[in-house]
């Protein structure tokens, strides 16, 4: 009787050894893609699949579509002359797939969305956008929300309404000289840019919205010092591109624009970087920098692909899933690390003085 009983006890004892030995054997592989280096061997296991070809698993896995940039209207109420995301339809989606497509994104590991154009608050006086921003925030419970935005046909009742869902806002501002601004395109009828970026700023103070400035350097602003104007404003982050062409949107027999006459060089570009080396919050993008390290979702929800100097659409999210599309994005996983896209984007984590 004892010796049937003892002999259970060690088949349930290797069961139990077996069990957790492939437990153990599983969390290694799932932590291997952070690259952490734990012993995978113990006695009795073996691996079911020779090394080499799990790696190459790993590195033909899609990118995680961490952050987002969401063109969700090519339309404008502006006509900056070098816009690389012209308004070649006019198209929408409902609100409700927009929903779904943002909710497929967050399964997929998206953890910052930011709502684009065009120009976001053109459509239906903001609400769509408003609309967006508080779901992705208080049903998707996104760290991180924000908008890039001309700024013209901003609302303190938006604010009101929308405010507390929105992490970040960002002006676009190339020039703090309304000739040039005019030059350029970035503005509509009298209303003067610059005044209403200074009233934007305090909106912003009042509703604890992060505040960040985006600029354009080209051949109308770039011999311009904007270094006090910049710390007078003291945004989060000034992000500082420069002007990049794509086929079909800004240059080209079928494009919309002719940005040409606003391309620097790259030395040009380290200059104006250079005038401003001592304003704590520049961010500077290059070309290179940019290009294919920008995860971007069109307004049909399909991700674009600028490696070949076009945007050149996937399938949509809504069709074939974010996993089939993200393939072919052209995404560069790496220089997004590596240009500081990951950083403190939640108003939650910024101790600000609002």
């Given at each position: 009787m004892q010796l049937a009983v003892l002999g259970r006890l060690l088949s349930v004892g290797r069961a139990v050894l077996a069990a957790l030995r492939g437990s153990l054997g599983a969390l290694c592989w799932s932590l291997a893609p952070l690259s952490l280096s734990l012993p995978l061997s113990l006695p009795g296991w073996r691996d079911s699949a020779p090394r080499p070809e799990r790696e190459r698993e790993w590195e033909d896995a899609p990118p995680t579509p961490t952050s987002v940039?969401?063109?969700f209207t090519r339309q404008c109420n502006y006509k900056c002359g070098f816009c690389f995301h012209t308004a070649k339809t006019s198209f929408v989606l409902p609100l409700e797939e927009a929903k779904r497509g943002l909710a497929m994104l967050k399964e997929a590991g998206?953890?910052?969305i930011n709502f684009s154009g065009?120009?976001?608050?053109?459509q239906d006086r903001g609400e769509f956008v408003g609309k967006l921003v508080q779901f992705c925030k208080q049903e998707l419970e996104l760290p991180s929300v924000s908008i890039v935005s001309n700024g013209s046909l901003i609302r303190k009742q938006w604010f009101e309404k929308y405010g507390e869902y929105?992490?970040?806002?960002?002006?676009?501002?190339d020039s703090f000289d309304e000739d040039v601004n005019i030059l350029i395109g970035r503005r509509q009828g009298k209303k003067n840019h610059v005044e209403n970026l200074h009233k934007l700023r305090q909106w912003c103070r009042e509703h604890a919205v992060a505040f960040k400035i985006n600029s354009v350097i080209n051949r109308f602003n770039v011999e311009e010092d904007m270094n006090e104007q910049i710390k007078a404003l003291n945004p989060v982050r000034w992000k500082v591109f420069q002007c990049l062409l794509i086929e079909g949107e800004n240059s080209g027999e079928d494009a919309l624009r002719e940005a040409e006459k606003f391309v620097i060089s790259d030395e040009d570009f380290d200059r104006?970087?250079?005038?401003?080396?001592?304003?704590s919050c520049l961010v500077p993008e290059s070309n290179q920098k940019m290009r294919d390290s920008y995860l971007i979702l069109d307004e049909y929800m399909r991700f674009l692909n600028c490696r070949n100097g076009r945007k050149e659409p996937s399938?949509?999210?809504l069709d074939v899933g974010v996993e089939a599309a993200i393939k072919f994005s052209g995404f560069d996983e790496k220089m997004f690390l590596r240009r500081g896209g990951k950083y403190v984007w939640s108003k939650a984590d910024m101790k600000l003085d609002w």
């Open positions: 940039n969401y063109h998206m953890e910052k065009g120009e976001p608050f053109l929105l992490d970040i806002l960002a002006i676009s501002c104006f970087l250079d005038r401003h080396k001592d304003v399938k949509s999210i």
